[in-house]
């Protein structure tokens, strides 16, 4: 059974930094293509940026240019690296591990993130 465990959320002024990292274990990495989903009050949850297992990366428009993800194959872990912070951004960001052709996805337990003067 996969199990995620993501860290790095906070509390940041407009214009601030953070780093998530989602520890991915029970299962082999590579497998699975991972994402950051972001769910604000009141909003459906989205899909922020994904990674797969080689490295080809996508991000909704609102981020790029600002977040970066990225994963460690060998640490089995992912990663989100938000910068230029905006209020916007404000939400609980969820990891997740998707494979298709295994028909499995698995969602860790969520991390808020801030962003407030």
């Known amino acids: 059974q996969v199990q995620l465990v993501e860290s790095g959320g906070g509390l940041v002024q407009p214009g601030g930094s953070l780093r998530l990292s989602c520890a991915f274990s029970?299962?082999?990495?590579?497998?699975?293509?991972m994402g950051w989903y972001r769910q604000a009050p009141g909003k459906q949850r989205e899909l922020v940026a994904a990674i797969t297992s080689g490295g080809n990366t996508n991000y909704i428009d609102s981020v790029k240019g600002r977040f970066t993800i990225s994963r460690t194959n060998a640490k089995k872990t992912v990663y989100l690296q938000m910068n230029s912070l905006k209020p916007d951004d404000t939400a609980v960001y969820y990891c997740?591990?998707?494979?298709?052709?295994?028909?499995?996805?698995?969602w860790g337990q969520g991390t808020q993130v801030t962003v407030s003067s």
């Open positions: 029970g299962s082999i990495f590579r497998f699975y293509t």
């Open positions: 997740n591990a998707e494979s298709t052709s295994r028909g499995e996805n698995y």
